[in-house]
């Protein structure tokens, strides 16, 4: 029973360019969360989305930021034309439920860095 | 707006003495408090959490919690650390759809 993968592990970026993060969820698991870590930070919550749909995109950056969760296949978190201030650990997390008393399963995170 | 407050960015310690990380939180509403440990390179792992019913929670790897409404704490303890207990600790507070983070303790235990 695999966890939350995340991949890649590291990804470097130079400025200007694509980053693509991808997560899949725990078997059983239709709920999606992106979080991201600034260096000497806490996480902070960007993202909530169920399958093909964005339930709470509140901490979502409003520009070059996107998320999706299709029907099939990981979520992806997608940064375009990156620049320095990007450069953080992303983690994904999922649940079973929409409420998240319960707490969620984090995955181990994609550490971008943007050169 | 619900926020969590960890008053304590850095807890040294030696190997087999006490610890307590403290966390405070604020809520208009019914709380439900979760701390995660973070080793190295790691993602988070759930150490606890308080839904309901008794105040003392109890979790993994030794730790446990004590929910206090009166004073909006829900400190972490272990009465006897270890080595491998080094680790960055994130207190949280559930916010309906979502977990608020606070921005963590790192306790680092020295031999």
């Known amino acids: 029973n695999a966890g939350v993968m995340q991949n890649p592990r590291h990804l470097v970026r130079r400025r200007g360019q694509e980053a693509r993060l991808r997560c899949s969820p725990m078997?059983?698991?239709?709920?999606v969360y992106w979080y991201r870590q600034l260096p000497e930070e806490g996480l902070k919550f960007m993202v909530y989305?169920?399958?093909?749909?964005?339930?709470?995109e509140s901490g979502m950056p409003k520009e070059r930021f996107s998320a999706e969760f299709p029907k099939e296949g990981p979520s992806i978190l997608r940064i375009q034309q990156v620049v320095r201030g990007d450069s953080a650990a992303y983690f994904c997390a999922s649940s079973p439920r929409q409420n998240s008393n319960y707490g969620y399963t984090f995955g181990s995170g994609t550490r971008l860095t943007v050169v | 707006a619900q926020s969590v407050t960890q008053l304590d960015s850095q807890v040294p310690v030696f190997e087999e003495a006490p610890v307590e990380l403290r966390c405070n939180y604020s809520?208009?509403?019914?709380?439900?408090l979760f701390w995660y440990v973070q080793y190295p390179n790691q993602g988070l792992q759930l150490l606890l959490k308080?839904?309901?019913?008794?105040?003392l929670v109890k979790g993994i790897n030794g730790f446990e919690a004590e929910f206090n409404k009166s004073q909006t704490s829900f400190h972490l303890r272990k009465p006897s650390v270890h080595i491998s207990d080094t680790a960055e600790y994130f207190c949280a507070v559930s916010v309906t759809d979502k977990l608020i983070f606070g921005t963590g303790t790192r306790l680092q235990v020295f031999p």
């Open positions: 078997k059983g698991h239709s709920h």
């Open positions: 809520s208009s509403v019914s709380v439900y």
């Open positions: 989305l169920q399958k093909e749909n964005i339930i709470d």
């Open positions: 308080y839904l309901s019913g008794s105040t």
